[in-house]
């Protein structure tokens, strides 16, 4: 079983920036496409952004151009740099791997609040 751990959360005012990260620690599987979803209080949660184990990433229309997607394969880990923040990008941001074997696995979510 792949355990996911995340960080880099917080609280920021509208217009600033957070980094999120996503690392699986001690994993043995190969891990193809690995995304980050978000769920807004009372919402359901939708995809944020996603990107294959070559780099070709996807974004939802409502980050494209302030958020960026990133991996580092050797380190099985995943990134969101997320700028131009706004009140609406408030939730809990959960990331996602999927494994090539099949399967997959959710990081435990972290919270950004986007709060003037």
């Known amino acids: 079983q792949v355990q996911l751990v995340e960080s880099g959360g917080g609280l920021v005012q509208p217009g600033g920036s957070l980094r999120l990260s996503c690392a699986a620690p001690?994993?043995?599987?190969?891990?193809?496409?690995m995304g980050w979803y978000r769920q807004a209080s009372g919402k359901q949660r939708e995809v944020v952004a996603t990107?294959?184990?070559?780099?070709?990433?996807s974004y939802a229309d409502f980050v494209k151009g302030r958020f960026t997607i990133s991996r580092d394969n050797a380190k099985n880990t995943l990134f969101l740099q997320m700028n131009s923040l706004q009140l609406e990008d408030t939730g809990v941001y959960y990331c996602?791997?999927?494994?090539?074997?099949?399967?997959?696995?959710w990081g435990q979510g972290t919270l950004v609040n986007v709060s003037s």
């Open positions: 996602y791997l999927a494994l090539v074997v099949g399967g997959g696995a």
């Open positions: 001690g994993n043995r599987f190969s891990i193809s496409t």
């Open positions: 990107i294959t184990w070559g780099g070709i990433t």
